[in-house]
Structures are given as structure tokens and as C-alpha cells.
């Protein structure tokens, strides 16, 4: 690696990495609770819950939510990984990794996705089905937002395999790792959606994942490990040109990949719109220019300005993975309560999101508290580093 790179024996837990994963997962509520309401009509067939009030601009925010939520999920889990596995073994780095991202998951698939049909089909006053139809794996959308998970636990695997084969990343800056990050995963998404047809997700029991970011997911999170073992973050730049051009700009390159997602829909027939390579360059090359902008944007905005913690800030971060995790059940029954209450969606909306994330929230805190309350008491380590799988 580069010779900026430090392992310190003790890192202090980071403050602003735990409440930018916490605003990252409020926004993916966000984004979820906007699919039920969204006008496009593309959620509706799978969405847990599909009201037919809508509202024409959610499509819009979760259009800018889409560019950089998982991007920045996967940098964050990047950065964590190196200290993750620092003085363990192999062994006992998977089985960290496993307990903490594959049995919440396993958990989840045979509770949650089951749960998830019955509140889709209760919602949508259509019949229950028969039970064998209930579990992820014959259900056609297979493990929905759980996909993170298992996804992030394969990038764990083979971070290790990597490092057990000596194979290290390239000695290079953080910009050059960032153009080559830009580059190559534009060239991958474009031959991968534009030139060879593989499009949308794939589905399977254990993996699911989006064809055309893929490697996009893979690269971000290596930009994580990166920025750890350069110690990127150590000290905050001087100077705020870039950050300030950045911020500049990034509405520009935002409201271009808006323009390219919704160009369909401005055509005069939609339903025969032609999805040409031309139009697959344009729609990819205004997500990687959008994605550089923003992912660098939140990122450095918390790590000047969001360094901070309390006593809210405390508890919201330590209940933001099983936030994660439950979330949707619970957009599932609001949403279904709110469907027939006679309220406008400009009013559902907002109720929806807050009814959502604080419940999902005092669930997990109960839930954390009862298991302390059943656990031995020990003795807290002196020092602690922030973990998101």
C-alpha cells in the first residue's frame, strides 16, 4: 500500500462514520416508504404496499436517493473491514462476519419475507396462497431489501481470500483510485446493461444483486479499505475548493441523470419507448457523473461537520442495522392502516415515514434492551470501532 498507510494499535470510535450510516439508513427509509407512494406505477407490482394516491415528486427524490445510498453503505463497510479482521484470524474474522450479517439474514428470509407476502397480498385485498409459496426462495422477488446482507458478506469473503493470497491493492492515490473507480465501473455497467443485455437484477436463494452495479459495489467498497489503510481521514483538508466546486455542481450533474431516467416517459408513447445502447451510455454516464459528485459531497460534509455525538445521536446509531432490517415490515402495517383513512398522500407521506422510523426504532431498542437485561454482565473494552457488518 501506499506509504501513507498507519495501522494504529487503538482507533477511537468515529463518530461521524456512525451517523452517516444512520442518515444513509433514514434514507433508504425514505426511499422505501416513497415506493409506496410513488406515480410511475413501478413499484406497485411487488411493492409491500401500493396506495393509489400518489405523489409525483417522490419518484423524483427516490431517483436521487438511487444514485448514491448503496454506494456509500458499501464504502462505509469497506472502511470498517481492515480493522475488522486486524489481530484475528481467518476463521474467527468469518465467523464474526457470519453472526453478524448472515444469521440476522437467515433469521429474517424465513420470518420477515413470509410476513412481507401477507401484508403485500392483505394490503391489496387479495387472497392468502398456499403456504409453500410464503418462502424467499420460491418467491418470484426473492429476498427484496435483505439483498444487502449476503451480498456484503461475499465482498467480506473475498476481501480475505485476497489478503490471505497477498494480492493488495494498487500502490495508488485516493484520485487516482477514485477515476478508476468512475472509469472502469462505467465501462462495466454500460457493457454489461447497453452492450450485452444484462439488465435489471438477478435473483437467486442465497445472492441477490443488480447486474449493471455489481462491480460498481465491489469498487466502492475497496475505496473504503483504501481510505482506511491510507488513513485518509486521519486529518481534514485545509482547503475547501474542491468541496465547494463539488457542491457547486453536483446539482447539475443530478438533475442530467433525472432527465435521463425520466426521458421514457417524456416520449409520446412510453409503452414502446426503445432502450438503445445511445440512451443505456447517456442514462449510465449521468449516474457515475451524479455518483461522484454526491458520495464525495456527504461523505467529507460529515466528516467536517458531523463529528458529533449525544445522547440521540448515541442511541439512533446503534439501532440503525436492526432499523435496517425491520424497516420495511413496518412501512408494510402503516402503510396498509393509512390506505383507507381518507387522507391525502401529501399527508400519509410524512406520517408514513415518521410512524415508520420511530417505531423501527423503539422496537430495536426494546429489543437491544431486553437482551442486555437476559445477558452476564462484562467488562466493556476501553476502546470500541464503529461496525456495520
Excluded at 29 to 48: C, M, P, Q, R, S
Excluded at 66 to 71: K, Q, S, T
Excluded at 142 to 156: D, I, K, M, R, T
Excluded at 211 to 236: H, K, P, S, W
Aim: glycine share 6%.
Amino acid at each position: 500500500m501506499s506509504t501513507k498507510e498507519k495501522y494504529s494499535t487503538k482507533r477511537k470510535r468515529i463518530h461521524w462514520m456512525d451517523n452517516l450510516r444512520t442518515i444513509i439508513i433514514f434514507l433508504v427509509v425514505l426511499y422505501h416508504v416513497g415506493g409506496v407512494y410513488e406515480a410511475a406505477g413501478l413499484w406497485g407490482w411487488f411493492w409491500i404496499v401500493d396506495d393509489p394516491d400518489t405523489i409525483t415528486w417522490v419518484g423524483i427524490v427516490g431517483i436521487i436517493f438511487d444514485i448514491f445510498i448503496m454506494p456509500t453503505m458499501f464504502f462505509i463497510s469497506g472502511y470498517l473491514t481492515p480493522p475488522s479482521l486486524k489481530n484475528k484470524t481467518a476463521w474467527s474474522f468469518l465467523k464474526r462476519k457470519f453472526r453478524r450479517l448472515m444469521v440476522p439474514w437467515l433469521i429474517a428470509v424465513f420470518t420477515l419475507i413470509p410476513l412481507y407476502k401477507v401484508i403485500f397480498l392483505y394490503s391489496q385485498n387479495l387472497p392468502q396462497e398456499h403456504w409453500s409459496t410464503y418462502s424467499h426462495i420460491t418467491n418470484p422477488n426473492s429476498q427484496n431489501w435483505l439483498w444487502f446482507l449476503p451480498l456484503l458478506f461475499a465482498f467480506n469473503v473475498l476481501y480475505l481470500l485476497l489478503q490471505k493470497a497477498n494480492i493488495r491493492l494498487p500502490n495508488i492515490s485516493l484520485k487516482s483510485a477514485v477515476l478508476a473507480t468512475f472509469v472502469i465501473g462505467f465501462v462495466y455497467s454500460f457493457a454489461t446493461g447497453g452492450l450485452l443485455g444484462f439488465r435489471s437484477w438477478t435473483l437467486t436463494p442465497l445472492l441477490d444483486f443488480e447486474n449493471e452495479r455489481l462491480l460498481l459495489y465491489f469498487m466502492t467498497f475497496l475505496l473504503g479499505v483504501l481510505c482506511y489503510r491510507q488513513d485518509i481521514f486521519a486529518e481534514q483538508p485545509k482547503s475547501k475548493t474542491l468541496y465547494t466546486v463539488a457542491s457547486s455542481v453536483a446539482w447539475l450533474t443530478v438533475t442530467g441523470h433525472i432527465f435521463a431516467r425520466l426521458w421514457p416517459f417524456f416520449s409520446p408513447n412510453p409503452a414502446e419507448f426503445q432502450i438503445t445502447p445511445l440512451y443505456r451510455l447517456i442514462r449510465h454516464l449521468s449516474f457515475y457523473l451524479a455518483l461522484l459528485c454526491m458520495q464525495y459531497i456527504i461523505v467529507e460534509s460529515f466528516w467536517r461537520y458531523f463529528g458529533k455525538t449525544g445522547r440521540i445521536w448515541g442511541e439512533l446509531n446503534r439501532n440503525s442495522y436492526g432499523v435496517y432490517i425491520i424497516h420495511v415490515i413496518l412501512i408494510g402495517v402503516f402503510g396498509t392502516l393509512l390506505l383507507n383513512t381518507g387522507l391525502p398522500a401529501l399527508a400519509k407521506y410524512p406520517l408514513l415515514i415518521v410512524s415508520t422510523y420511530v417505531s423501527s426504532n423503539l422496537v430495536v431498542s426494546a429489543y437491544r434492551f431486553l437482551v442486555q437485561s437476559v445477558k452476564p454482565r462484562r467488562k466493556e473494552p476501553v476502546v470500541r470501532t464503529v461496525d456495520i457488518g
